[in-house]
């Protein structure tokens, strides 16, 4: 299984860019990493993923280093809205998604 | 498009008696899972249904949790006896067909369990 590791928190100022690490160093060839969101009490919300290269879609950015080992989730505008715990999760063989603990981010005005 | 849809959103049950989760998935997504998050950890996998075969029960405490998709669409989860351990938060998430296929999984707004 895909593993990941994040930093347990993180703060950004509102308007500020929220970039967020991940490591996935075990992470095989042919295996996606996916960033969700889980605002409290709601379900995670699929924000992005990848393989190898760059992706971006309306809501942010993900850069993926060339090894593959480790990713970064950029939220270009973070808003007060975007507070939530935020999860860069491997797969369990391509199938289904390992959370781990997540990164909390706090964003204040 | 209708997101993934649970039933109830919360229930309270006393030890020992059973409940039961409802989840009508994505129209059109073949795989289905069931998800178990514990207050302040992440989502943990139960169970993974492709159409109405299992792909992976691993998880699944077997001796009191029990998981069925009848016709490859709707799913229910049911916990009988129920422990005190067990109050959680219960996901539901479909997607297209496996991660592995380039797809994400959509997630519905959960039931969140209480057992006393």
Redesign the interface.
Same mark, same amino acid.
């Given at each position: 299984d895909a593993k990941t590791t994040q930093p347990t928190s993180m703060d950004c100022a509102e308007g500020r860019a929220a970039n967020l690490p991940c490591n996935h160093s075990t992470i095989s060839g042919?295996?996606?990493v996916?960033w969700y969101r889980q605002i409290h009490s709601? @379900?995670?919300?699929?924000i992005i993923?990848g &393989?190898k290269n760059n992706e971006t879609n309306e809501m942010a950015s993900l850069i993926i280093t060339e090894d593959r080992k480790s990713s970064t989730l950029i939220l270009p505008h973070a808003t007060l809205r975007d507070t939530a715990v935020y999860?860069c999760i491997g #797969?369990?063989?391509? #199938?289904? &998604?390992?959370? @781990?603990? @997540?990164t909390t981010l706090s964003v204040s005005s | 498009e209708a997101g993934v849809a649970q039933s109830p959103r919360y229930k309270i049950i006393e030890k020992r008696q059973s409940v039961a989760f409802w989840c009508n998935p994505i129209s059109g997504h073949a795989t289905l899972y069931w998800y178990q998050q514990i207050l302040g950890q992440g989502p943990k996998l139960l169970i993974q249904f492709q159409n109405n075969g299992v792909v992976d029960d691993s998880q699944l405490p077997k001796d009191r949790f029990s998981a069925e998709r009848l016709k490859g669409v709707d799913s229910t989860l049911k916990i009988q006896p129920a422990k005190l351990e067990d109050s959680a938060v219960y996901l539901c998430a479909s997607s297209l067909g496996q991660l592995i296929l380039n797809t994400e999984a959509f997630f519905g707004q959960g039931t969140r369990l209480t057992v006393v």
């Open positions: 042919n295996e996606y996916y709601q @379900g995670p919300q699929y993923h &393989l999860y #797969t369990q063989a391509g #199938t289904a &998604l390992i959370f @781990g603990k @997540g | -």
